[in-house]
C-alpha cells in the first residue's frame, strides 16, 4: 500500500511569496500524481495531474515537478486566493484513491 | 458543462439510515466511474470507495465495507451512498467524485453533510 506523506503541515507565507509543498509517496510512483487544491466549504479542485500537467484554467503560476518518490507543488507568486488547503493523491491497488494529509498554506 | 449535484445536508439520530444521491449532468454517466470521499470535520479526505457506472459494480476501502452501500440509478444518472446504523464517527462531509484517466478523478459534487447527533 503506497503511504503519501505531505510536508510541511502548514505552510506560512505572505501574498507575492513563493510557496514549495512537498508530497512523499512510500515508493516509486513513477508520475502519476495529482495536487488538489481545497478552500472552506468547498470541494477539492485539480489543480495539477501526471507530475506537472495543469488541469483546464489552471494559472501558470501553479507548477509540478519530480518524479520516482519525491514531488513537488509550487505557486510561483502567491495571490490571496491561493492561501487554501492542497493535497497531493495517486491511486494505488486500482481502484484505491491515496490521498496525502494536506498541507495549509496560511497568510503570514 | 460536467456537474455533480449532490442532496441536501442531513441531521440524523444515531442508529438511523441516511442516503445521499450524487446527480450527474453534462456527461455519459456510464462512461465514467464516481467515487465517494469522506472528510470529517478538520480533517483531511478518505477514500471510501467506487463504483463502476457502467456495471454497477462497486469497491470498497477498509473500513468502508458492512454499513456502507454504493448504488446506482443509470435511468437518472445518479449515484447513492447509503450508510446504515449512523455513529456519532459518521458526521462528516461526503462528496462523490469523477474518476478521470485510470488515475485520478476530477470533477467533485459540491459536498453532503450527514451530522450524527442525538
Known amino acids: 500500500e503506497i503511504v503519501l506523506t505531505q510536508s510541511p503541515a502548514t505552510l506560512s507565507l505572505s501574498p507575492g511569496e513563493r510557496a514549495t509543498l512537498s508530497c512523499r509517496a512510500s515508493?516509486?510512483?513513477?508520475?502519476?500524481l495529482a495536487w488538489y487544491q481545497q478552500k472552506p466549504g468547498q470541494a477539492p479542485r485539480l489543480l495539477i495531474y501526471?507530475?506537472?500537467e495543469r488541469a483546464t484554467g489552471i494559472p501558470a503560476r501553479f507548477s509540478g515537478s519530480g518524479s520516482g518518490t519525491d514531488f513537488t507543488l509550487t505557486i510561483s507568486s502567491l495571490e490571496p486566493e491561493d492561501f487554501a488547503l492542497y493535497y497531493c493523491l495517486r491511486r494505488s491497488n486500482w481502484p484505491r484513491l491515496t490521498f496525502g494529509g494536506g498541507t495549509r498554506v496560511e497568510i503570514k | 458543462q460536467v456537474q455533480l449535484v449532490q442532496s441536501g445536508s442531513d441531521l440524523k439520530k444515531p442508529g438511523a439510515s441516511v442516503k445521499v444521491s450524487c446527480k450527474a449532468s453534462g456527461y455519459t454517466f456510464t462512461s465514467y466511474g464516481l467515487n465517494w470521499v469522506r472528510q470529517a470535520p478538520g480533517q483531511g479526505l478518505e477514500w471510501m470507495g467506487r463504483i463502476d457506472t457502467y456495471t454497477g459494480n462497486p469497491t470498497y476501502a477498509q473500513g468502508f465495507t458492512g454499513r456502507f452501500v454504493l448504488s446506482l440509478d443509470t435511468s437518472v444518472s445518479t449515484s447513492y451512498l447509503q450508510i446504515s446504523s449512523l455513529k456519532a464517527e459518521d458526521t462528516a462531509v461526503y462528496y462523490c467524485?469523477?474518476?478521470?484517466?485510470?488515475?485520478?478523478?476530477?470533477?467533485w459534487g459540491q459536498g453532503t453533510l450527514v451530522t450524527v447527533s442525538s
Open positions: 467524485a469523477r474518476d478521470f484517466s485510470s488515475w485520478y478523478v476530477d470533477y
Open positions: 501526471d507530475t506537472s
Open positions: 515508493q516509486s510512483i513513477s508520475n502519476y
